[in-house]
């Protein structure tokens, strides 16, 4: 297949990550990501595992997730301790 792109739950996974891959929010994300790199490849006339392959089409489009406000890794200032990231920032703001 030189053109499918899966998302959501057909999504290969190994028993341990699956507990992440098998939230809602995750699954929502997986699905727009794919999206957003149909349309990627669209735009730019190339197809997914060319993206995949070069790292200079691979930057670019994960540089076009993050403009889209789309989180490619966990965030920096979350500790599973402190909870939300953003409730410490905005009781500063007060």
């Not at 507990?19 to 197809?47: K, Q, S, T």
């Not at 889209?68 to 966990?74: K, N, S, Y």
Request: glycine share 8%; charged share 20%; proline share 5%.
């Amino acid at each position: 297949m030189k053109n499918l792109i899966p998302g959501c739950k057909n999504i290969g996974t190994t028993h341990i990550t699956n507990g992440c891959y098998r939230l809602h929010p995750v699954e929502w994300n997986i699905g727009e990501v794919a999206g957003a790199l149909c349309a990627f490849c669209l735009d730019r006339n190339r197809l997914p595992k060319e993206v995949s392959a070069s790292s200079k089409l691979r930057k670019d489009f994960q540089s076009h997730l993050m403009k889209r406000g789309i989180e490619l890794q966990w965030p920096a200032n979350l500790a599973l301790q402190d909870g939300d990231p953003h409730r410490h920032a905005n009781a500063n703001k007060g």
